[in-house]
T-cell receptor, first 115, second 112 residues
Framework: NAGVTQTPKFQVLKTGQSMTLQCAQD?????MSWYRQDPGMGLRLIHY???????DQGEVPNGYNVSRSTTEDFPLRLLSAAPSQTSVYFC??????????????FGPGTRLTVT | AQSVSQHNHHVILSEAASLELGCNYS??????LFWYVQYPGQHLQLLLK??????LVKGIKGFEAEFIKSKFSFNLRKPSVQWSDTAEYFC??????????FGTGTRLTVIP
């Protein structure tokens, strides 16, 4: 199993450009999410999905769009990049559930710089 | 709304010293609690988790954490740290839904 994969690893954008961060998982997890990590702020939830065709907003959704057309993929779109979106982005996935086997698995991250 | 506080922003220890990192959360209902570690340049990995039962939870690499419900705390401990424990440590809370809420993280530097 590859687990959770993300591409690209690094990206530099100019203000106003758009791009899509890719995320895929091969564990057949229903739940997928996107976080951004900023110094001194921990990880903050951007958007999440509980299954194909179902997405919802997290704590910091402004400036980002998501869709979930398949169980495996959960891309994050920046429509018009701004310097405030410079961050490290992590994708995560988990099975749905409340039991003690629950765990969120994280991808390796994408470091995005907006100039 | 739930929140997670990690009061230690940066901790510096010598090898073999004992470690305790604080984590407090605010949420009145049932919570599941997690500690994740992020080694330099890597993604987050699960250290340990608490769901129910024994409030003292043992994780990987000699780490443990104690859930104290009356104090809304879930502190991480290790009796003797190693240089390889240098990393950032995140406490997280999961409430009824699947979403995790993270603290701001504690950076641990272990000096050989």
């Amino acid at each position: 199993n590859a687990g959770v994969t993300q591409t690209p690893k690094f990206q530099v954008l100019k203000t106003g450009q758009s791009m899509t961060l890719q995320c895929a998982q091969d564990m057949n997890h229903e739940y997928m999410s996107w976080y951004r990590q900023d110094p001194g702020m921990g990880l903050r939830l951007i958007h999440y999905s509980v299954g194909a065709g179902i997405t919802d907003q997290g704590e910091v959704p402004n400036g980002y769009n998501v869709s979930r057309s398949t169980t495996e993929d959960f891309p994050l779109r920046l429509l018009s990049a701004a310097p405030s979106q410079t961050s490290v982005y992590f994708c995560a996935s988990s099975a749905m559930g409340r039991g003690p086997t629950y765990e969120q698995y994280f991808g390796p991250g994408t470091r995005l710089t907006v100039t | 709304a739930q929140s997670v506080s990690q009061h230690n922003h940066h901790v510096i220890l010598s090898e073999a010293a004992s470690l305790e990192l604080g984590c407090n959360y605010s949420y009145g209902g049932t919570v599941n609690l997690f500690w994740y570690v992020q080694y330099p340049g890597q993604h987050l990995q699960l250290l340990l988790k608490y769901f129910s039962g024994d409030p003292l939870v043992k994780g990987i690499k000699g780490f443990e954490a104690e859930f104290i419900k009356s104090k809304f705390s879930f502190n991480l401990r290790k009796p003797s740290v190693q240089w390889s424990d240098t990393a950032e440590y995140f406490c997280a809370v999961k409430t009824g839904a699947n979403n995790l809420f993270f603290g701001t993280g504690t950076r641990l530097t272990v000096i050989p």
